[in-house]
């Protein structure tokens, strides 16, 4: 079964700072999520992206839907202390609310 | 409102048990699914329903059966629990069909 790319991996950044991550797929998707897990939790929706080229902004995140439908990117600006936790984006297909295609997550450290 | 509730927290199960993963939901959702989540990877898909009486297999059905008689709950059932199924455990629901999927917190299941 498919998976997505995530990159990077992990990364370590200082309070503050902006951050960067990106997803990419072999296949097109319809629809892009952003989800944030912390630790013993469920993942949380964070942006759902819907169309090519759009870009949404949800308080300091920012996401777009790649003009390929096959990539989508976050970014967090002047990160905090609490947005450690493991980033993750998921594809979806229309019609197929049940289906998505997880990345393999990016695993976010902020220090102080 | 408790969005999706799953039952039980953590378990632990001998090798050949048989189990139930509860997961319902009391926001009227048609959508379901149940994903597994190993070490270091996303999300898989094992099982999903697009309503009452209506359920598909996912990228990773294999030692898994589930059934959805009620709207409101789609259990998850190990018949034979494999050291290979430990794992964490998420069911999830949308509303329809382009809606992105909410989350519960998850069932950790170790099996010895």
């Known amino acids: 079964g498919q998976q997505l790319n995530q990159s990077p991996q992990s990364m370590f950044i200082q309070e503050g700072e902006d951050v960067s991550m990106n997803c990419t797929s072999s296949?097109?998707?319809?629809?892009w999520l952003w989800y944030k897990q912390d630790p013993g939790e469920g993942p949380v929706l964070l942006i759902a992206?819907?169309?090519?080229?759009e870009l949404t902004s949800n308080g300091r995140l920012t996401a777009q839907f790649g003009i390929t439908r096959k990539d989508s990117f976050l970014n967090i600006s002047a990160s905090i202390p609490s947005d450690v936790g493991i980033y993750f984006c998921a594809g979806q297909f229309t019609g197929t609310a049940s289906k998505l295609t997880f990345g393999t997550g990016t695993r976010l450290q902020v220090t102080l | 409102n408790a969005g999706v509730t799953q039952t039980p927290k953590f378990q632990v199960l001998k090798t050949g048990q048989s189990m139930t993963l509860q997961c319902a939901q009391d926001?009227?959702?048609?959508?379901m699914s149940w994903y597994r989540q190993d070490p270091g990877m996303g999300l898989r898909l094992i099982h999903y329903?697009?309503?009452?009486?209506?359920?598909d297999q996912g990228e990773v059905p294999n030692g898994y059966n589930v059934s959805r008689s009620t709207t409101e709950d789609f259990p998850l059932r190990l018949l034979s629990a494999a050291p290979s199924q430990t794992s964490v455990y998420f069911c999830?629901?949308?509303?329809?069909?382009?809606?992105?999927?909410?989350f519960g917190d998850g069932t950790r299941l170790s099996i010895l």
């Open positions: 926001m009227n959702h048609e959508y």
């Open positions: 992206l819907y169309k090519a080229g």
């Open positions: 296949s097109i998707f319809n629809t």
């Open positions: 329903s697009v309503g009452a009486g209506i359920t």
């Open positions: 999830a629901s949308s509303s329809y069909s382009n809606q992105p999927q909410h």
